[in-house]
């Protein structure tokens, strides 16, 4: 009860002050590369907690993805905030975010011009699941500049799921059943897909699955260096499938290729 009713006073100081983000509602916490804002004086320990597992994160997703030359470049005034609202209702009537939403990341929204991740306190998942991939969203974004503007939804949501804490195995036996049975998404529409285009939770479940599996998959079977060289492909402007046909050009010369051979490779998955 004590956490709903914050909600509510929280969300209401933010919706008579126009919506505006109020620097007063919130306490500051310092680190390196974050900034954890928390608004209940008893979380502290919590933020402190979170801080300090943001900076592993940071260090691990930014070598994983290829960004260590960029290690500074999250300091000072550039440091990403992490807002910390007290529960999911505050979250999600302030911020507007459907209701299976746990986190998201933002570079220069409406609500937070600035680097944030935006969350709520109290999930199990904060450490090993939500910071890591909404780090590896910003990383990423980074990473690719302005100029990726073709860069499909499931690539990012994919890389951004290879740093959560045991992910990885766990998609890749969910995945083969729906794989032999022909119930994947297809790839024509799976590249273009967004998850606001997706309603229920068992499509969702379905493109995240894929999306971590196909990024699994490239990097698996073709290796790190060529999945650094096709994200910097993308950087550089190209759409997924020239940048697919330049990176792997003796493996794939369509994006129908990569579906198959991701279905073969899926499929000879020991079940």
């Given at each position: 009860m004590?956490?709903y009713?914050?909600?509510?006073v929280?969300?209401?100081a933010?919706?008579?002050?126009?919506n505006?983000?109020s620097?007063d509602?919130?306490?500051?916490?310092?680190?390196?590369?974050?900034?954890v804002r928390?608004?209940?004086?008893d979380?502290k320990?919590?933020?402190?907690?979170?801080?300090?597992?943001?900076?592993q994160?940071?260090?691990?997703?930014?070598g994983?993805i290829g960004f260590?030359?960029?290690?500074?470049f999250?300091t000072?005034?550039?440091?990403?905030?992490?807002?910390?609202?007290?529960?999911?209702?505050?979250?999600?009537?302030f911020?507007?975010?459907?209701?299976?939403?746990?986190?998201?990341?933002s570079r220069?929204?409406?609500?937070?011009?600035d680097?944030?991740?935006?969350?709520?306190?109290?999930?199990?998942?904060?450490?090993?699941?939500i910071?890591?991939?909404?780090?590896?969203?910003l990383?990423?974004?980074?990473?690719?500049?302005?100029?990726a503007?073709n860069?499909?939804v499931?690539?990012?949501?994919?890389?951004?799921q290879?740093?959560?804490?045991?992910?990885?195995q766990l998609?890749?036996?969910?995945?083969?059943?729906?794989v032999?049975?022909?119930?994947y998404?297809h790839?024509?529409?799976?590249?273009?897909?967004k998850t606001s285009?997706?309603?229920?939770?068992?499509?969702?479940?379905?493109?995240?699955?894929?999306?971590?599996?196909?990024?699994v998959?490239?990097?698996?079977?073709?290796?790190q260096?060529?999945?650094?060289r096709?994200?910097?492909?993308?950087?550089n402007?190209?759409?997924?499938e020239?940048?697919l046909?330049?990176?792997?050009g003796?493996?794939?010369?369509?994006?129908?290729?990569?579906?198959s051979?991701?279905?073969k490779?899926?499929?000879?998955l020991?079940g």
């Amino acid at each position: 009860m004590r956490y709903y009713l914050t909600g509510i006073v929280v969300f209401m100081a933010f919706f008579l002050a126009g919506n505006a983000f109020s620097q007063d509602a919130f306490i500051d916490l310092q680190g390196t590369h974050f900034v954890v804002r928390y608004t209940m004086p008893d979380e502290k320990a919590a933020a402190n907690d979170i801080l300090r597992r943001a900076e592993q994160c940071y260090a691990r997703v930014s070598g994983n993805i290829g960004f260590t030359r960029y290690t500074d470049f999250w300091t000072w005034e550039k440091r990403v905030k992490i807002i910390l609202f007290p529960d999911q209702i505050a979250y999600t009537r302030f911020t507007g975010q459907s209701q299976w939403s746990r986190a998201y990341a933002s570079r220069n929204s409406m609500l937070f011009r600035d680097r944030v991740i935006v969350t709520y306190a109290g999930q199990p998942e904060m450490s090993g699941s939500i910071l890591p991939h909404e780090i590896a969203h910003l990383v990423l974004w980074d990473l690719l500049s302005d100029k990726a503007l073709n860069i499909p939804v499931w690539f990012e949501e994919g890389v951004a799921q290879l740093e959560e804490e045991g992910k990885r195995q766990l998609v890749q036996e969910a995945i083969r059943p729906v794989v032999v049975t022909g119930k994947y998404i297809h790839f024509k529409v799976f590249n273009d897909l967004k998850t606001s285009e997706l309603s229920e939770d068992s499509q969702l479940a379905l493109f995240y699955a894929q999306s971590l599996s196909v990024v699994v998959f490239l990097i698996e079977k073709y290796g790190q260096d060529a999945f650094y060289r096709l994200s910097k492909e993308l950087r550089n402007g190209l759409s997924f499938e020239r940048a697919l046909v330049k990176i792997y050009g003796g493996v794939f010369s369509s994006l129908s290729d990569l579906e198959s051979r991701w279905v073969k490779y899926v499929t000879a998955l020991s079940g």
